[in-house]
């Protein structure tokens, strides 16, 4: 089914708006600005509105449905956060209105900085990443400068484990290192033999993410660190699984030198098409002169009968701006709302609920399908999607077939570490039936597999498109689909 476009349903002589009476002089405008040839579709206010709201209906999104994407930590975003968002205070400010007039929202980014410190143990915070991608490229930049600044010129290695997120290659190689890939050992922790072997004074760091992307806390994560301490690197840590160690575990109490955040993973803001993302990035005290400027700061200490007055400082040693003006303010606004409305108690309940609901899940999934690291799991965890007795049915049959059943899939075919990977990662926000019904889901899809394996092979059946080709779409996006035909 491919749907109408609003071409298509154009009507000649239709309108939608009705303009007021004009009340200033007409002036003539460019001869190239008005086409008798463009084509516009001509349609009524609610051909307009059920057009959208249909194509909305099409979509899969966290408010109609479960959405237990791996790594993507799809939890609700409170309604409280747009609310806020929302005043007029902080909607309306611009960035270039001076400090005195947007006291409001500096407060809102300071102290946004102070509780990702406090969550975090770091000592500086930049808000500027718009992402955790772009957090990780300042994370490398910043480490970059400081072997730079001490004259160690030498280091152009970055270690990153099989498990990585792809992002984490991506962002060593943009900034010009070599990447060395450390194997995982069979317990799911980074192989410390390899880890060994692979640091000389070369090393510029290493990417760890922990937990890790197959859900797992490294064991030996202090190892780690020390040992790529010992060589003279820094360590770069991946926060987008900070949900399963609010309030428990602080990174940089492990040693880790600098860390970005993905405020629409653990901190409730928006994902992809519901918003711009925003990945803040943490450091350690030898690091806080390399940060991206200008930061929020006290730049007047308030007394009695004054409160301070915020403002904007420069790091001495900075990389320079990242991002135009301040970094997506909305999502610090959101941000700030949910850890506020949480407290200390709340985010520590949010870890804990986010590793109990996993690890009840996996319980009921774990007989059926194979567990490769067979441990107890953080947030998330990685089955096979594939059965011994039935091969030729994959993950992304399995993936498929869940639609059917009106969930969305898990993240598929990532950690590249396990074949046909199917990662998993409920969140606390989701109730023990929401769960429940995943779980069933996923027996019956498995019993569908031994039984009736072209339901899986052939699924979805219920969507309007049915499988695509995602390497074409990708590569190939048309975004225009559909255009008159030109007149002779
Ligand atoms: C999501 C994610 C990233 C990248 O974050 P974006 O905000 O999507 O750019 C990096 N590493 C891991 C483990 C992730 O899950």
């Keep these: 089914m491919i749907e109408k476009t609003l071409y298509e349903l154009s009507s000649p002589g239709r309108v939608g708006v009705q303009f007021p009476d004009v009340d200033v002089p007409l002036s003539k405008l460019p001869d190239n600005f008005l086409r008798d040839d463009l084509p516009l579709p001509e349609l009524s206010e609610i051909d307009v509105i059920r057009h ?23 939890k609700y975003n409170p309604r409280v956060n747009e609310a806020m968002a929302r005043l007029p205070g902080f909607a309306g400010a611009h960035p270039l209105q001076p400090v005195e007039s947007i006291q409001g929202s500096l407060v809102v980014m300071y102290n946004l900085q102070e509780m990702l410190k406090e969550i975090s143990g770091f000592d500086g915070i930049t808000l500027q990443p718009a992402a955790g991608a772009q957090g990780e490229f300042v994370g490398v930049m910043i480490i970059r400068a400081y072997h730079l600044s001490r004259g160690d010129v030498k280091r152009k290695k970055m270690l990153i484990p099989d498990s990585a997120h792809g992002t984490n290659p991506a962002s060593s190689a943009m900034i010009g290192y070599e990447v060395a890939s450390i194997p995982t050992d069979r317990r799911g922790n980074v192989d410390l033999g390899a880890l060994r072997a692979a640091c000389d004074d070369t090393v510029a760091g290493i990417m760890i993410t922990n937990p890790n992307t197959l859900g797992l806390f490294d064991e030996n994560i202090v190892d780690v660190i020390n040992i790529v301490h010992q060589a003279g690197g820094l360590v770069y840590g ?10 428990i575990v602080r990174p940089a109490d492990l040693g880790i030198d600098v860390m970005h955040f993905n405020l629409h993973k653990t901190f409730s803001t928006p994902h992809g098409g519901g918003g711009p993302g925003s990945g803040p990035v943490g450091v350690n005290q030898k690091l806080v002169d390399f940060l991206p400027g200008p930061i929020v700061d006290v730049i007047e200490e308030g007394d009695d009968e004054m409160p301070p007055l915020y403002g904007f400082v420069q790091p001495k040693k900075s990389i320079g701006r990242v991002k135009a003006f301040h970094g997506h303010f909305g999502m610090h606004v959101r941000a700030f709302t949910y850890i506020s409305m949480n407290g200390a108690e709340g985010l520590r309940t949010v870890a804990e609920m986010a590793v109990l609901n996993a690890n009840y899940l996996l319980a009921k999934l774990k007989g059926t399908y194979k567990l490769p690291y067979d441990r107890i799991c953080m947030h998330e965890f990685v089955l096979e999607g594939n059965f011994k007795d039935v091969p030729d049915v994959h993950a992304l049959d399995i993936a498929k077939r869940l639609m059917d059943y009106n969930f969305h899939p898990p ?27 995943f779980a069933d889901a996923m027996l019956n899809i498995a019993r569908e597999a031994h039984e009736s394996p072209e339901l899986l092979q052939t699924a979805p059946h219920n969507t309007p498109i049915r499988r695509l080709d995602e390497v074409k779409a990708a590569k190939d996006l048309v975004l225009c689909c559909w255009l008159p035909e030109k007149a002779e």
């Design 238 to 247: 991946d926060g987008a699984n900070m949900n399963a160690l609010l309030g």
């Design 52 to 74: 959208y709201t249909h194509l909305s209906h099409l979509n899969y999104c966290l408010d109609e449905g479960f959405y237990p994407l791996g790594s993507c930590t799809m």
């Design 411 to 437: 993240t598929n075919y990532f950690p590249l570490i396990v074949h046909e990977a199917l990662m998993i990662e409920p969140t606390e926000t989701e109730s023990k039936q929401n769960i429940d019904a």
